[in-house]
């Protein structure tokens, strides 16, 4: 959800995910750079930065596509003073659909009126620009 928060859902969440194009197997990969650089392992995929922000690494993302193909559609957007790649409002939908847990189910509705509202404003914009024209 950090990503949709990112992009303007009116949402909040505890931790972050952070998709990992590595087999799921060598997580111990990923724990051993977080631990050099002072996180706290907390579990298997979870781990506490310096700053107590709770991130959880993913290495596949349920109804979506390769993280190769997500990554070229990602959004380039600024996040705690980074520029990173997260995935659009739509994929971020379609994945909670796919999964249905309890907690997706319940942020389906907060995606789907954020996603009508950026279009309205896209259309606005849009139709305001012609008429700059």
Avoid at 36 to 41: D, H, R
Avoid at 105 to 131: F, G, M, V, Y
Wanted: aromatic fraction near 6%; charge should be positive.
């Amino acid at each position: 959800m950090t990503a949709a928060i990112l992009q303007g859902t009116p949402a909040t969440t505890l931790d972050t995910d952070i998709w990992i194009d590595l087999p799921e197997r060598q997580y111990v990969r990923i724990l051993a750079i977080c631990q050099e650089l002072g996180s706290q392992i907390l579990a298997q995929t979870v781990v506490a930065l310096k700053d107590d922000t709770l991130v959880n690494f993913i290495y596949r993302v349920d109804g979506l596509a390769s993280f190769s193909t997500e990554y070229r559609r990602a959004k380039k957007m600024s996040w705690l003073g980074l520029r990173v790649a997260v995935l659009p409002l739509q994929s971020i939908l379609k994945s909670k659909k796919f999964v249905k847990r309890p907690k997706d189910l319940a942020h389906i509705p907060l995606l789907e009126q954020t996603i009508a509202a950026s279009q309205i404003e896209r259309d606005t914009d849009w139709a305001n620009s012609d008429k700059l024209s």
